[in-house]
């Protein structure tokens, strides 16, 4: 915020388009053309707009242009690599939200529900956004989250099979050759090897059950020394007191001291939740221990949810339980991206418009996640008597 005579304002619309500004800098030299340099920006624009659906004719109209034609060759068929963006996305995100002591990376996925057969990687399948098997494309997501915000810095469309071995299908949706099939685990386990490679700030890998689930899943992670919390069914087995049994039997033996509240939930000091944690086989070579964790509604105890976790040995139970919680991030990132910016609004077909579209969508997401954090930012410096400070992207 702004200091106007001891008031304290929200930042101008000059200020952030002066941002949004740099933040298209950033990208610019991505785009070879300056046709497709300029309309990427308007497209952005156009994101961030009041626009209630942001498609077709709607979003052309709202960036000042005659028809949809010149969005749709940015998708389509314009030049340029929209992994690279994804690249400077993520470099944009770590140096705005990076922090060493609370970064986490979050695996999770979501649905784009659609109608027809023609748009890349659509099938019926089961999507949680519809709670039920459709017509959908599914997308797997990378997010980060740290105390300063969070946001989704990867991206991969899921393509079933009936996809994969098609190649009429593909040749239509210009699917690339070298794509082959891959399963949802493995499209999750590239995003997290990316972000490993470029150095993310993260301590902990977070997923929800149907990751977790996964032995094969969490013993990647543990093969490289990345600590995760992750949910798991009840029906896993573990191996507790020499006995391995399925996780809802090792529960059932808990004696009601066991649970405890661990720590404030993040809704103004109410706490909803208790938490048990049990220790199980630790890794000593790598200074590293492994625990299962349930959670419990102090409303009804019948309401439990249940974490396996790989850390260092000195993680103390309300880290643990803290990071276990931070997984939701991630859903607000998804309501977020799709209600402000038009994630799940796109009509395109494509391989690479869909990826193009959505890498665009997080940008603008990103963006948002950035002005709000330099507004709190600002708004802090103004009640400690500072000057404000600049957005910065």
């Known amino acids: ?14 200020r952030w388009a002066v941002a949004l500004g740099e933040l298209h800098e950033r990208i610019g030299h991505r785009f070879a053309r300056s046709e497709a340099r300029e309309r990427v920006k308007r497209y952005l624009l156009g994101l961030l707009g009041q626009v209630e659906r942001k498609n077709g004719w709607r979003l052309a109209e709202a960036i000042g242009e005659r028809d949809p034609q010149g969005a749709q060759r940015l998708l389509n068929s314009a030049k340029w690599d929209a992994d690279e963006v994804r690249d400077d996305l993520k470099e944009y995100v770590v140096e705005h939200l990076g922090d060493e002591e ?32 459709v017509n959908c494309q599914v997308g797997v ?32 949706a210009g699917v690339p050759e070298g794509i082959v099939f891959r399963n ?17 700030p993260a301590k902990w890998v977070v997923a929800d059950s149907f990751y977790g689930r996964l032995h094969a899943f969490r013993e990647w992670l543990e093969e490289r020394g990345r600590p995760y919390a992750v949910m ?3 029906t896993n087995a573990v191996p507790l007191g020499g006995r391995k049994k399925k996780i809802e039997q090792h529960v059932e033996r808990l004696p009601e001291d066991a649970y405890s509240e661990v720590c404030p939930a993040r809704d103004g000091g ?61 859903e607000q990132c998804f309501a977020e991206a799709k ?13 690479d418009a869909w990826h193009r579209h959505v890498t665009l969508c997080l940008l603008a997401h990103a963006f948002l996640v950035v002005v709000r954090l330099a507004a709190r930012e600002e708004e802090d410096a103004g009640r400690g008597g500072k000057r404000g400070i600049s957005i910065q992207v």
């Open 1 to 14: 915020m702004v200091a106007q005579n001891g008031v304290f304002e929200p930042p101008t619309v000059g």
């Open 102 to 133: 609370t970064g986490i990376l979050i695996v999770d996925e979501t649905g784009f529900l659609k109608k027809g057969e023609k748009s890349v990687g659509v099938a019926r399948q089961y999507t949680g956004t519809a709670g039920d098997t």
């Open 141 to 172: 997501f990378l997010a980060y989250a740290s105390k300063k915000g969070a946001a989704l810095v990867d991206r991969a469309l899921y393509l079933p099979k009936a996809w994969t071995d098609d190649s009429e299908r593909r040749a239509e």
């Open 184 to 200: 949802k685990i493995e499209l999750a386990e590239r995003m997290l090897e990316r972000a490993f490679e470029a150095g993310v």
């Open 232 to 234: 798991v069914p009840k």
């Open 270 to 330: 109410r706490r909803p939740w208790e938490w048990a944690c049990l220790d199980l086989a630790a890794d000593p070579e790598k200074g590293m221990r492994r625990w299962l964790l349930v959670r419990r509604s102090t409303d009804d105890p019948e309401d439990r949810g249940f974490y396996q976790a790989y850390g260092p040995e000195e993680t103390t139970l309300e880290e643990l339980v803290g990071v276990c919680q931070d997984r939701w991030a991630i």
């Open 339 to 351: 209600g402000e910016v038009g994630l799940d609004h796109y009509e395109v077909r494509r391989w």
